[in-house]
């Protein structure tokens, strides 16, 4: 059974750093796309950043929302089953609830990401509960 984990949320003042994490067990595929989506109260569910891998060895692919571009790094730790979002420079429009959500590296995915988008909500299997970041002006 997948388990998909965030944690690492918190609260900041604008300009500061946070980084949130995302841990998956259970997952036995060898390819993976992993990305971030976030949910402010009020407005609809956004892509933060993706990565994908399409196995052992393979180059990672990354995507960011022009919003954070420049400002938010994610990154994998394949051998521990983590995702990471460093996320720097926050802005008080960054709070929200953030989400980490995975699956395999499908064709219709790797496509979004050759594009350089991030895949939409709908084609992730699993999802974990969330964390939250609330930056403070």
């Known amino acids: 059974q997948v388990k998909v984990v965030e944690s690492g949320g918190g609260s900041v003042q604008a300009g500061g750093s946070l980084r949130v994490s995302c841990r998956i067990t259970?997952?036995?595929?060898?390819?993976?796309?992993v990305a971030w989506f976030r949910q402010a109260p009020g407005k609809e569910r956004e892509g933060v950043a993706s990565?994908?891998?399409?196995?052992?060895?393979?180059?990672?692919?990354?995507t960011y929302a022009d919003t954070v571009k420049g400002r938010f790094t994610i990154s994998a730790d394949s051998a521990k089953g983590i995702i990471y979002l460093d996320m720097e420079n926050l802005k008080v429009d960054d709070t929200a609830m953030y989400y980490c959500?995975?699956?395999?590296?499908?064709?219709?995915?790797?496509?979004?990401?050759?594009?350089?988008?991030?895949?939409?909500?709908?084609?992730?299997?699993?999802w974990g509960q969330g964390t939250q970041v609330t930056v403070t002006s």
């Open positions: 259970g997952y036995t595929f060898s390819s993976y796309c």
């Open positions: 959500a995975a699956g395999r590296l499908t064709i219709g995915k790797d496509r979004y990401q050759s594009r350089g988008d991030i895949p939409p909500a709908s084609d992730f299997e699993f």
């Open positions: 990565i994908g891998s399409s196995g052992v060895g393979a180059s990672t692919k990354t």
